[in-house]
């Protein structure tokens, strides 16, 4: 194996030695080609100038001779146009590649001036009909300027000729040179890549079996909580599915129980999260035990799911019982809470069954923890989701019927139009009450990253017909930005999809749940590494706001409007808008006041110095979006 390895390593160096040739030899026949090439050009090019000097100069003097005999103010004119010309083309001749054409044409550009300024002192003695002195104007200074003008631009374009030909000689001698060498270089490099290609080719058929190995693992990988060992939220997603596609095609019995270790955050506290993490490994090896392993998946926290196919409600009951016991047994303290819930042939609504599953554990909790609840037990009182709720969220994500607005941001500070935040409604067939209900809902199913999707979809659709120079606010759950289905790769190219440049996109986070604050301070930092800008939602009306300010890197703070309600007439409010406003410009971030519906409102907002501004009295959501080119025409009255 590493004889094989070593050989193939030797093979691959070979290939790439060979391919660095090539590249090289090609870069080097470009490169020499290339110099020579822009030789000849510029001495070519020089040579036309001059002889376009030389022309021009000619056309100059000719003028003059026809003034003298004849003056007239056409004459004159053309005599200006032609000693302008010449002047423009000596000028050009100062900004040429070698320092020595600069500087032999800085002298002809000064001589020609001299020239100029005794034509116009002959021109105006002919004016004043002083033909005598316009006579000793001509033979004594114009005339020694042209022949001297003259004979170094004739000395110069013939030097440039002559480059000129050596350059071209050069250059066809070198192709020459080069198309040899190129047979002979190539044909020997082929040889020897036919020889490592068979080399490479013996090891692909080796490799080709290892990689197919690595990526079975990798995909086990993937699917694996690192911690337990056992499945995790991704792996139990995809187990749900298939689980419930073959209860329905075979009739048969499902079940989900639902577990977590009781007061695991007080014995995380007081013992440590190295113990903690003992724990639940120790209630992963019981999982496995219990002969659950397979269909045992930790879902988040100590939060773990148990999918039981094939299985009676009775038979469900004895084999969690049985896991329960032996935890009390095992773990010497710590006990757990287990609900569970039946899905049966001719209703396996997976959704459904989660949201009973987790009903009856927060109902094992309520009767004194270390217990089993069964659905069944609470089937009466329980409150769960309206099963009609639930099929409404499914068809809006399928159908994906949404409404957007747009409503304004402006730039208190400068009374211009900042940016338009969009906000998406679910359409009224679905019942729902708006789209607060709508995520509700999906959270509670633990799917508001697939409702996400779809709204950051329909307003980047709109969004190409903004106005150009103002920024796109869409708000996205910290949750959202934690799954597959949303990462930086997929942002990215719905953004660019849509003609807009990521540093145009501000994703607004709420700040209501952390969640996981490293894993979201790592997302934030690769969507800003890409162009993305980061806002805070909401902040102020929790203390998740706070955390959440001091550690993730934001471009935009948005201050609920409770805190601007409540700064009006509270001390203890407006020491904490002012905390916010100080904290922000410590990571320089630009400070928004949301819900500003009057101007008392307002002018609080500017003696307190906040930048940006959004509410009805600036401006309600729209879904008509505005056309007018001009920021002065979108300006609210209370801007103005």
Known sequence: MKRTYLVSRLASLGVATILLILIGFSIWSVVTIGQYVNRASESIALNDQYQQARYALVKETSIELAYFSEPSASLRATHFTTATTLNNILHTLTR???????????????????????????????????????????????????????????????????????????????????????????????????????ILHTYQLHLKKITQDELTRLTRMALTDTLTGLGNHQAYQEAMQQIGQQAQNHADMVGLAILDIDQFKIVNDEQGHLYGDHLLAELANLLRKAHLFQDAYRLEGDRFAVILPHITLNDALT????????????????????????????????????????????????????TIVPFDDIRESAVLLPPTKIHALKRLLAERKLTIAFQPIWDIEKGVLLAFEALTRPALEYGFSGPQEAFEIAEKLGIAYELDYICLQAILERAAALPADVLLFVNLSPQTLDHDLMTEAVLLEATLAAHLAPDHVVLELTERTIGRLPVLISKVKQLRSLGFRIALDDTGIG?????????????????????????????????????????????????????????????????????????????????????????QDLRPLALT
């Open 96 to 198: 040429a590649t070698d320092p020595r054409d600069r500087q032999f044409a800085s002298t002809l550009l000064a001589e020609h001036l001299l020239y100029q300024s005794a034509t116009i002192a002959m021109f105006a003695a002919i004016d004043t009909h002083n033909m005598p002195q316009a006579k000793i104007i001509r033979d004594t200074r114009i005339k020694p300027l042209f022949t001297r003008l003259q004979g170094l631009i004739d000395s110069a374009a013939g030097t440039e000729r002559r480059e000129a030909f050596q350059n071209l000689a050069a250059l066809n001698h070198t192709q020459n040179m080069i198309f040899l060498t190129t047979i002979c270089v190539f044909a020997g490099c082929l040889i020897l890549l036919a020889v490592f290609w068979r």
């Open 319 to 370: 084999t969690l019982e049985h896991l329960r016991q032996e935890v009390n047994h095992r773990l010497l303290g710590p006990t757990v809470s287990i609900g569970v819930a039946l899905a049966s042939p001719d209703n396996t609504d997976l959704a459904e069954m989660q949201e009973q599953a987790s009903a009856a554990l927060a109902e094992a909790k309520r009767r004194g923890r270390n």
């Open 543 to 631: 203390n998740a706001g706070l955390e959440m300010l001091r550690h993730v890197p934001v471009d935009f703070v948005k201050i609920d409007r409770s805190v601007v309600v409540n700064s009006l007439v509270e001390q203890a409010s407006r020491s904490v808008m002012m905390g916010i406003q100080t904290i922000a410009r410590e990571m320089n971030a630009y400070v928004i006041a949301e819900g500003i519906e009057d101007k008392e409102m307002l002018d609080f907002v500017q003696r307190m110095h906040v930048q940006g501004v959004q509410g009805y009295l600036l401006g309600r959501p729209s879904e008509t979006i505005p056309t007018l080119t001009h920021q």
